[in-house]
């Protein structure tokens, strides 16, 4: 144990809770609490209720929910195949070309959101790639935003993979996508559901280039929420993001008990 | 063991077959070089295997015999020269068609299948059907003593364990051509030495199988291989058989790297032609030594000699006999080794275990016979003899 004293152990608490409260804690606490106020003019919220709540599950916010998801989960399915592929691809390169496109790949964390919206609107607008005003600009945007998470975390599952076992696999007469399918792929899986968890989570939270993009019949909650705030309706766009929170949540613990044997190794 | 021939439907090896050229392919290495960069991983590597022979590379870390068995596994390819199974050249041939079994030092067990899915992976991979596949697993674990264990996942089961699996699923394609890679490395030393015998029983019962065995074990090399071949900085030394290497090196690496011999540079006195053996001398001691194909007298040579045939007892009537000063007595449960120096020349000594051993700075009388010496060239001799302590 790295702290095997008692005092230490109970000043390293100590020290989480004062460092972790007000930095990762309180912005939750606060809009938790926010949804369900019914005022706010004090230290602490009063004439609690139920109402925004209610509201938010009433309201266009179900569509919205579902809108996000939906995002939510192709980009991230999408972002998964991208981003895995573009990993087996540089790694097999194995020169200095691999470096080169390794850091494309990366570059979009790089950029602010709004300019990769702004980026795409300009690119998509026009014939004969007219994509302006559907949902499916709204996917690519979430797809450039998250397929770098997905890269980057497939790359490090696959840097830990020891070559040996494929090369077992080749020797023992498996071709390459037979090897990649029955032996890489599956020992990849801990990485793989990371990298899913990682996308759907940003995918559910991004706003800054969906707000460029978005078409009037696909907002998502993240969209909604910004609409609502700017208002002014500040306890219900704290509703819609509890909402937010606990389904990013579910599917996030879901996701993560998908474990395979590979996990044993 | 059954032969394919009589299973209808059973691959003869792996997918494409193409390396199954013969029935009894050997190995055949033609002045292979793989570099990468300015680094020279096995440089002008030329070597025969025979069919069904057990071959073994035998040399330190470094000194490329993994490097020359992946040219055989089709994972490296070489910068000039070419390898050949059987009479095919398979130098740019893709590893998976091969039809090579391989057994690596980390076993690599695919951790999410179980014992029957890995053994039978060669045999999906090939093609073969349902019907096919399950009585060849369960031969196959038979044949290594874990049918038991065929639902088992690899985590569930102990290093040695995994390894015997790992064999049986490189034999389960019958390859003509089983490759070894530091195969008991992993294992402890009862476990090696019970999957030492397990290899050598393999390979009784499978005599057609060629075999190359990487190690830089020379127990292991000694009791499992027909032949070795000794290597060195990325180069192959020198090649024979097992007794032959040991009783007569070729070269003072072979020497010390093969029964860590003791070498010693000595002047050569006289030669008996007669009786193949000379005289010759080193420090204030003068010695009758093997001397096969004859020596000059006045000439420089390395005497080369066995821990173990330096004996504190005479061997024999008219063993040689020297003197010289115990530095370091070590125990070392089944023998007392013991440092010991002449007119600063060090010897090791292998002695049975000794009731009362001698102290450090005691003078004592060695003896060896004279067929248990051997003199290799003198320009080797640099390398004193306590390179490869053991």
Redesign the interface.
């Known amino acids: 144990m790295l702290l095997p004293s008692r005092p230490s152990r109970v000043a390293a608490w100590v020290l989480f809770f004062v460092l972790f409260v007000p930095v990762f804690g309180l912005p939750i606490v606060v809009v938790g609490a926010a949804s369900v106020a019914g005022q706010w003019n004090d230290v602490l919220p009063s004439h609690l209720t139920l109402r925004h709540l209610h509201d938010a599950f009433v309201s266009n916010a179900g569509i919205e929910l579902l809108t996000s998801l939906a995002t939510g989960i192709i980009a991230s399915v999408v972002a998964l195949v991208i981003g895995t592929w573009a990993a087996l691809a540089v790694r097999a390169l194995r020169r200095r070309g691999a470096k080169v496109i390794g850091t494309l790949f990366v570059l979009p964390i790089a950029v602010p959101s709004v300019s990769v919206g702004l980026g795409l609107l300009v690119a998509f607008s026009r014939p004969p790639f007219l994509l302006n005003g559907t949902s499916v600009i709204v996917v690519i945007a979430h797809v450039v935003l998250v397929t770098a998470f997905a890269f980057s975390s497939v790359s490090a599952g696959l840097a830990r993979l020891?070559a040996?076992?494929e090369?077992?696999?080749?020797?023992?007469?498996?071709?390459?996508a037979?090897?990649l399918f029955?032996?890489t792929l599956?020992?990849l899986?801990p990485s793989l559901v990371a990298a899913a968890g990682l996308c759907f989570a940003l995918s559910m939270g991004e706003l800054g280039a969906t707000i460029m993009v978005y078409p009037p019949g696909w907002v998502t909650l993240p969209v909604g929420i910004f609409a609502l705030t700017d208002r002014g309706a500040v306890f219900d766009g704290a509703a819609l993001t509890v909402l937010l929170l606990v389904l990013t949540l579910v599917v996030l613990v879901a996701v993560s008990r998908i474990r395979?044997?590979?996990s044993?190794? | 063991m059954a032969d394919a021939a009589v299973m209808p439907g059973f691959p003869r090896a792996a997918a494409g077959a193409k390396a199954a050229v013969r029935a009894r392919p050997g190995i055949r290495f033609d002045r292979v070089t793989v570099a990468y960069r300015s680094t020279v991983a096995l440089a002008d590597f030329s070597l025969d295997v025979e069919p069904g022979e057990v071959m073994a590379l035998l040399g330190p870390s470094g000194s490329g015999k993994t490097t020359a068995l992946r040219t055989v596994a089709g994972f490296v390819t070489p910068t000039s020269g070419r390898v050949f199974l059987g009479d095919t050249d398979v130098t740019s041939m893709p590893a998976h068609q091969r039809g090579i079994g391989m057994v690596v030092q980390q076993y690599a067990l695919f951790p999410h299948m179980r014992v029957e899915q890995n053994v039978a992976f060669g045999l999906r991979a090939a093609g073969a059907s349902r019907a096919t596949i399950a009585p060849r697993v369960t031969e196959c674990l038979t044949m290594v003593g874990m049918a038991a264990y065929a639902r088992r996942y690899p985590h569930e089961l102990s290093g040695g364990q995994q390894q015997r699996v790992a064999i049986a699923r490189a034999l389960a394609i019958r390859p003509r051509v089983l490759l070894l890679d530091e195969p008991l490395s992993a294992l402890d030393a009862q476990l090696r030495s019970g999957m030492l015998n397990e290899i050598a029983r393999l390979h009784r019962e499978l005599p057609d199988v060629t075999i190359l065995y990487v190690t830089h074990d020379q127990v292991e090399a000694l009791t499992l291989a027909d032949r070795i071949a000794v290597m060195n900085d990325s180069r192959l030394v020198d090649v024979g058989t097992a007794q032959s290497l040991y009783q007569q090196p070729p070269s003072d690496f072979t020497a010390t790297f093969v029964g860590n011999a003791n070498l010693v540079p000595v002047t050569v006195e006289a030669f008996d032609a007669a009786r193949q053996e000379a005289r010759v001398r080193f420090a204030a001691c003068s010695v009758v030594v093997r001397a096969n194909g004859g020596v000059t007298p006045g000439e420089r040579r390395t005497l080369c000699v066995r821990p173990h045939a330096l004996a504190l007892e005479p061997p024999a009537a008219g063993a040689n006999a020297i003197e010289a000063r115990v530095v370091e007595v070590q125990w070392r449960g089944s023998a007392h080794r013991l440092y010991l120096e002449i007119d600063g020349i060090e010897l090791r000594a292998d002695s049975k275990p000794l009731r009362e051993p001698p102290h450090r700075g005691e003078r004592l009388i060695v003896h060896f016979a004279a067929h248990d010496a051997t003199l290799l060239a003198a320009a080797q001799a640099d390398r004193g003899s306590a390179d490869h302590r053991g």
């Open positions: 020891p040996h076992f090369q077992v696999a080749a020797s023992l007469g498996g071709r390459p037979y090897v029955r032996v599956p020992l899986t395979t044997r590979a044993y190794r």
